[in-house]
């Protein structure tokens, strides 16, 4: 049984030599072939032949990066036996394996080839391009809050001169996100209303621009809502500086929003030709139809998903966006009968690796949904808390049974409003997540015995007695003295039992408890003395070197926080540090986990701080601290030249 995989590239960047060869090529081939069923087969046991194929070979296209000098197209078809494994379940575990191993014992053992000065390895999905073509975005509308109210809509020439800055500023995002397959934009300004007529979504906004745009793609043409997406790029203090000069209908302007259009305006309804006191039936009060009022709200959906390496599929994010309007339309009609009509996503926002709102949570969905209701609406707050803050387990099980691999691995769900940033460190982005404190039961020390021990005269009695008896077996009258009784009397397993009694009692006072972490990671920029990305891994020296730096930071940074509570600290490195991984952007070129033991001095009455509180105060330190007194004062190693450094806590 075969299973073909979804084409792939492979991406190398090279240190040094030139273009490799046909036959280097096909040494490559072949290694990558051994390496792909060693770890395939140790992860799935019916895997018994992995078949690889290059498609294509590049040298020099700076592709998909400027800084990869190899791209390589290639195909695998998997031979297993038994149950037959999903392709797409396979190629996220096939994409997972081309990391700092398979650089060390496949790429750089090809010995005489340019493969063995290769630093740095990336795999993904390959995506075919598509037809090029026109798209129209959704309408959409810019509302601004201006200090001044306006006194009138914008003349003729501040339309054009907006239009115009918006026009330049849109061009060049798309040009910056789509590069050559964006050919160009057409935008125009549907209309303007100002002062109340302008206060869509909300009254604060005092003026109104209602935009249409379409965009003409030479290939990979996106879809309405990506090319809004794309637009909404151009909200940026830049822009908004720019807007200010434009006139005086936009000078004051304190704040800007882009949103989509989803408060429409519909045609006056049309009077009924009964009269009044005309009824349908005839001569009575006839009812008027409702109005229709839109509700529009954000909220989130957070899942743990095992196994899972990648962004899912469009396929699979649709399949799942659709479960979500099924779920919350049937939550919505229960909850608000007979005034519910319906419920549409307007925006959404996947996100892999996110580690929102918790840092194990590895996929968020972010919704912004239009909510249809019968006129009075419900309000924002009540309806959110129907959808919010009921019961999980429901949505999860309709999660679980969606026909897909990929949710069906899902661990953990949860749901609130839109998602918060977690606080950042704002020198080089250290985050501090909270993680719920996992409750310990507390168990009430046994009262020690008020009662003295019995005094240890007592003891030197017990063997007397048989001491005594033992001449008397020796009397010449043995038929009446029986041998046995006297050593069974003495019974001293009973005695024995008293000994702890006049044990001393437990010492009180103070002892040293030692809180173990795993849950920090580093990452680092490290440059050479010209300032461009180091092309070389850092020694072991270099490495060793990191690591006591970091542990003083680290001791001074406690010993701050915790005082003469904290004893001692060890730390080393969990894993062999990762070069050239790209994690967790791909301008960091230095990965460490670290394993941190920290002992502290407890008293009885006190507790040592837990295994949570302890990586909130790790992370807690400043990166900016570490990286120009500690990091940087590396002379002499590879570390000196360091650029930037995040530390968070790993994602589990």
Known sequence: MQVTIPEFYIALVLSEGGEPSPAEYENLRLATCKHLLERLSAAYSNIGKVDLKFLATEFGTKKPDPKFQVFVEAEATISCSGTQPKAQGILETLLGTFDRDFLLRSVRRLEGSPFASAVEVQARRLKRPTAGGSVKAPAFYMAFVCSRKPSANPSSQEKESFLQLTQEEATRQLRKQYDTDFDELSLSIVKTEINESAGKPEPQY??????????????????????????????????????????????????????????????????????????????????????????????????????????????ELEMFDGCITKFFTRVLKRAFRGRFLGLEIVDKDPEFEKGCPLPRFNMLHQYQVNLQFYDPAPGEFKILSKITQGNVGPLFDAIKKLESDVWRQSAEATMGRAVEKPPTDVAFGGSIFEEKKEVEPVVEPE????????????????????????????????????????????????????????????????????????????????????????????????????????????????????????????????????????????WYNVYIDWDIEVSFVVAPEEDAPTRWELTKTLVSAGCNQYLRSYVRGLEGTAFAHTSAVFTKQVAV
């Not at 006056?268 to 030709?273: H, N």
């Not at 005309?278 to 001569?283: H, Q, R, T």
């Not at 009180?508 to 920029?525: E, K, L, N, T, W």
């Open 447 to 586: 009262p020690e015995p008020k009662a003295a021990p019995p005094p240890p005269k007592k003891e030197p009695e017990i063997p007397e007695k048989p001491v005594e008896k033992i001449p008397e077996r020796k009397s010449p009258s043995p038929p009446k003295e029986k041998p046995t009784p006297p050593k069974k009397k003495p019974t001293p397993p009973k005695k024995k039992a008293v000994v702890p009694r006049a044990s001393p009692p437990k010492p009180v006072g103070p002892q040293i408890v030692s809180v173990r972490s795993y849950d920090i990671f580093s990452a680092y920029q490290v440059r050479d003395k010209q300032m461009d990305n180091l092309k070389v891994e850092p020694t072991a020296g270099d490495y060793d070197a990191l690591v006591d730096a970091t542990k003083r930071f680290y001791v001074n940074h406690l010993k701050t926080e915790y005082g003469s509570k904290f004893h001692g600290m060890a730390l080393s490195v969990r894993n062999a540090p990762l070069w050239g991984a790209g994690k967790p952007e791909r």
């Open 206 to 315: 005092n003026l109104y621009v209602q935009f249409e745009a379409t965009a003409k793609f030479s290939q990979n043409t996106p879809s309405p809502n990506e090319l809004f997406q794309g637009l909404g790029r151009l909200v940026n203090a830049e822009y908004l500086q720019g807007v200010q000069r434009v006139g005086d209908s936009f000078m004051t302007l304190t704040t800007m929003v882009l949103r989509l259009c989803i408060f429409t305006e519909g045609p006056e309804p049309e009077e009924d030709e009964a009269e009044d006191g005309e009824g349908a039936g005839g001569g009575g009060d006839g009812e008027e139809e409702p109005d229709v009022v839109n509700v529009r709200l954000e909220f989130f959906v957070a899942l743990v998903v095992r196994t899972l390496s990648t962004m899912p599929e469009d396929c």
